[in-house]
């Protein structure tokens, strides 16, 4: 059995199987890119739910395991060497389970970077963007009766899923045939974007047609609709 006790983080979640995975994450854009990875891939994994609204990322525990405070994180006892390693940063983690499992990602050297090229196009643009658009339709930022900022992510926004809906126009994924990370990646902010954040018609989605098409690909996949609920809330 893996000895995980020189990892802080497992004195607050102590994992029963502490031989598979350990997810650390909650049902969010972010969250659920490294949920739906492992639904894809197969990997043996624990969830654990960790609560932003209680502040857990911000316990010890939590930030021994990733200083900067935020979900998803994961713990594998099964790493590199057979070394137990810990890894923070959602485009991070899909690279890794991506390399680990030899899955979602092309092999053709060419092929390859240009995936992780979209996957940071989401870390970089897109959930970013979509976040501050979520921040100033739907949260505290709504009632900030200047509505410049909010504007001026409405029309990054907008831009953004141009740039999307250019790329998508007759590939069925992001790379053409292949479904890939880069999919696993976006799915969830253009879902949350235009469902939990209720923006779609600030950004005209309903213009758009390439986008629709790929999201409804990829949330009919059983994978990416058990990761969408993962880790159950208590």
Known sequence: MADLSAFDITKRWPAKNPDILQLYSLPTPNGVKVSIMLEETGIDYEPHFIDIGKDETWTPEFLSLNPNGKIPAILDPN???????GLFESGAILLYLAEKTGKFLPSDPIARIEAIQWVFFQMAAIGPMFGQLGFFHKFAGREYEDKRPRDRYVGESKRLLGVLET????????MGDEYTIADIATLGWVRNLIGFYDAGALVDYDSLKNVPAWLERGLARPAVKRGLEIPARP
Request: hydrophobic share 40%; net charge positive.
């Open 167 to 174: 790329r998508l126009a007759g590939r069925d994924w992001i």
């Open 79 to 85: 790493g590199p060497g057979g070394a137990p390693v």
